[in-house]
Structures are given as structure tokens and as C-alpha cells.
């Protein structure tokens, strides 16, 4: 079946740097344009970046550019976010999604396939 799996959330203190890592399986990666977002307690699931099916055209929330990058590796079915100058307002859920399209978008209603999340906790 078509699986999203994430992993690489954990605890890090202010200015540190996390790198998440989506995994995918059950369907042809490269055909997917891939996105991240992230979800506080209390608040929408918001956009952070999204990258085409070659990674050749990305996308950022104005929070996180120039502090985060979004990369793949089509031949490893794989996403990733460096994640680096970690504030506490990144801390949330952050989830990866696919869309099946090459180019990405950054509305959160056009990713069909979502990952289970994973915790991102930034520290003061």
C-alpha cells in the first residue's frame, strides 16, 4: 500500500540544526511532487516547503527561508528538511506529503498522501 514514513524529530535546543527524513512506498516517487508541513497544538496544519519531482523548483514559507532546505533523492524514495537556527515557534508535528503531479503547490488540500508526523521540539 502506499506509505509515507517520516523520522529524525526529536528534542534540540535554539540555533540547533534536525534533519528529517520521508520515506515512500507503493507508489512511483519520482512522478510526485513532495511537500513538508507542520502542525502546532492548537493551530492549522501550515505549509513549510515543497520541492517538484526533480527538485529542480522548491518552494518555502517566508518563517523558514533561509533556514530550512528541502532536497530528494528519487532513487532513494526519499525526502528530506534541513532543518538549521531552530527557533521555539518551529516546534510542532511536522508531517510530509505527496501530491501526484510533478510540480508542487503549497496548499495543504493538494497532497492526497500523508505521512504519520513526527515531533519537532525546539527549546529555549
Known amino acids: 500500500q502506499v506509505q509515507l514514513v517520516e523520522s529524525g524529530g526529536g528534542l534540540v535546543q535554539a540555533g540547533g540544526s534536525l534533519r528529517l527524513s520521508c520515506t515512500a512506498s507503493g507508489l512511483l516517487f519520482s512522478s510526485f511532487a513532495m511537500g513538508w508541513f507542520r502542525q502546532a497544538p492548537g493551530k492549522e496544519r501550515e505549509f513549510v516547503a515543497a520541492?517538484?519531482?526533480?527538485?529542480?523548483?522548491?518552494d518555502y514559507a517566508d518563517s523558514v527561508k533561509g533556514r530550512f532546505t528541502i532536497s530528494r533523492d528519487n532513487a532513494e524514495n526519499t525526502e528530506y528538511l534541513q532543518m538549521n537556527s531552530l527557533k521555539p515557534e518551529d516546534t510542532a508535528v511536522y508531517y510530509c506529503?505527496?501530491?501526484?503531479?510533478?510540480?508542487?503547490?503549497?496548499?495543504?488540500?493538494?497532497?492526497?498522501?500523508w505521512g504519520q508526523g513526527t515531533q519537532v521540539t525546539v527549546s529555549s
Open positions: 506529503a505527496a501530491r501526484a503531479t510533478l510540480i508542487q503547490t503549497i496548499r495543504r488540500t493538494d497532497y492526497n498522501v
Open positions: 520541492i517538484s519531482w526533480n527538485g529542480g523548483s522548491t
